[in-house]
């Protein structure tokens, strides 16, 4: 048996990572998948977030006419029921503009609100990025911004495919932008708004930070947060579609001149001739961009790998800084969206296409860009729902599995509904040896105030470090250094007083694998 620690839980609950990973969970909804049709006229889901206490909201449009929608949230109990509660029979909607198009959805970290981003069209005559606060009983709080949304106009249309909560509470969009000329240039840009709904006047111009390669335009879409507050963002550079490029953007709201060339990092396969950049996480000191590859119209998920610090592309990834997963009979494929695992793994989400049947594809991936066999078949996982599903959107719940959400296209009625699936999960693959014995968890009280005990035992001699992450997988501090036990029962105090209201991943890290506890701060 491995060098491992088993962890001793006060509350006698099973660790439910050991069910295999990959899989969609049949006790779900109808058969792993809810699936609701809300208006006459049709929905589509986007992003999700989670409530500590298991609710899932996710982003929804709804279909109000001719290239008219509504947008607004809807929330659900853990098993795929609407929750009645929240709104009205479970949605609420914005319903003030000719066109609301959301895009993502985030939970403060006190989870006293939720955000909710897109483009907004209330003239009838452009799109402005938008971010809107609501109370989780989904009212909008008129306190935030103007009546409850806080928005700023760029171009013509300016459009936020991702939002980001930073540690201090202020709300980060980022996309793209163009104007009416023809051709359009895309023009990529950052917006942060302080907790009040107005634009951050210390971050770039008046809150406003916009970028492009020298002579290029740049289609902006996912971005993530370095442990010192600077921002990397993904997407395509717009001279040539080959390329896929990510930007570093200091916290200050300026271009880094110093990342890649004047701040740009280009990664660039000669064997395709079309590769774009959607989602960026950061691995072990690696950036990871999401995104497709190919030569249309046959496109293919793709993973590229940059240098954190330098912004070249890192060969050392995948096969010489490119993952592109067989996927024999597919037509058409794209990785959207990327979340990473405290255990060094990563996800990938996206979508695969054979013929008019499209499904999401859900793939596991080891820091240096293997499949991860113990997920799925072969590191993957692809739904089967006989009819068209698009999944922009996933999540962990606090026990390490997936919530997936998106849009389930009817092949025959052509109806749109939003769908939410559930797929079963495990983190902790590396360090406990699950199918030889069960094993539980300790840490109490949980929910904290400001103490809590860990009790856990030892098969061997092991030395440990304990540090704790936030909801999107950052580092937030260290609890303890590299410490040597004995073999055992063990119990440590530890001080959580200094830690804002949220919830948490603690990380138990022996050197050979890390084991996980969701902590919630009260």
């Known amino acids: ?44 889901g986007v992003y999700c977030d989670i409530q500590n206490n298991g609710k899932i909201i996710v982003a929804t449009r709804h279909i109000t006419g001719l290239e008219t929608w509504d947008g607004g949230i809807t929330r659900y109990f853990p098993n795929g029921v609407l929750d009645s509660t929240f709104g009205i029979d479970g949605i609420c909607s914005l319903g003030i ?16 609100w939720i955000y909710l981003a897109g483009s907004i069209d209330q003239s009838g005559s452009n799109l402005d990025c938008f971010v809107a606060r609501f109370d989780t009983s989904g009212m909008l709080d008129q306190s935030f911004g103007t009546a409850g949304i806080a928005s700023c106009d760029i171009d013509f249309f300016d459009w936020p495919p991702s939002m980001l909560i930073q540690p201090d509470g ?37 809150g406003i930070v916009t970028f492009a390669p020298q002579n290029m335009g740049f289609q902006a879409h996912g971005a993530t947060l370095g442990n010192s507050g600077d921002i ?20 200050s709201g300026e271009v880094d001149t110093t990342f890649g060339e004047m701040g740009f990092g280009f990664a660039f396969n000669p064997d395709t001739g079309y590769h774009q950049g959607w989602d960026v996480v950061e691995i072990n000191g690696r950036l990871i961009v999401s995104g497709e590859i190919g030569s249309i119209p046959y ?61 999401f594809i859900l793939s596991r991936y080891l820091a240096d860009g293997s499949p991860d066999p113990s997920f799925g078949i072969d590191g993957h996982l692809e739904s089967d729902y006989s009819d068209i599903a698009f999944a922009p959107g996933f999540v962990f719940d606090t026990q390490n599995d997936i919530y997936v959400s998106g849009t389930i296209n009817d092949s025959l009625t052509s109806d749109r509904k939003i769908f939410l699936s559930k797929v079963l999960n495990s983190f902790n693959v590396g360090l406990l040896e699950f199918d030889q014995e069960t094993r539980i968890q300790s840490l109490y009280p949980n929910p904290i105030e400001s103490k809590a005990i860990l009790k856990f035992s030892l098969e061997k001699e092991e030395e440990l470090s304990l540090f704790l992450l936030d909801q999107n997988g950052g580092k937030i501090r260290d609890l303890q250094s590299p410490k040597a036990y004995n073999k ?31 902590v919630i701060k009260k």
């Not at 503009?97 to 006293?112: A, H, M, T, Y």
């Open 488 to 518: 055992g029962d063990h119990e440590l105090s530890l001080n959580f007083q200094a830690l804002t209201p949220g919830w948490y991943r603690l990380i138990i890290d022996s050197g050979d694998g890390q084991q996980s506890i969701s």
């Open 97 to 112: 503009g000719n066109q609301e198009l959301v895009s993502d959805i985030r939970l403060s970290q006190d989870e006293n």
């Open 232 to 251: 990397y963002v993904a997407g395509t550079p717009y001279d040539s579609s080959n390329y896929v490029g990510v930007v570093k953007i200091l916290s």
């Open 170 to 206: 202020k709300i980060l969009l980022t996309g793209f932008s163009y104007d009416q000329a023809i051709p359009a240039p895309f023009l990529g840009y950052a917006a942060r708004f302080l907790t009040t709904g107005t634009l951050d006047p210390n971050f770039g111009n008046g």
């Open 1 to 44: 048996m491995k060098n491992i620690v088993a962890l001793i839980l006060l509350l006698f609950v099973p660790l439910l990572a050991w069910s295999q990973s990959g899989v969609i969970d049949s006790t779900f909804g109808n058969q792993g998948i809810s699936i609701h049709q809300l208006t006459p006229l049709g929905d589509e």
């Open 299 to 359: 496109t293919y998920p793709c993973l590229t790998g940059f240098h954190l610090n330098t912004g070249v592309p890192d060969s050392s990834f995948g096969d010489n800084g490119f993952v592109i997963p067989d996927l024999s009979g597919k037509m058409l494929g794209i990785y959207g969206n990327l979340l990473k695992q405290p255990d060094g793994k990563f996800l990938a989400l996206g979508n695969i296409r054979r013929l008019w049947d499209e499904d």
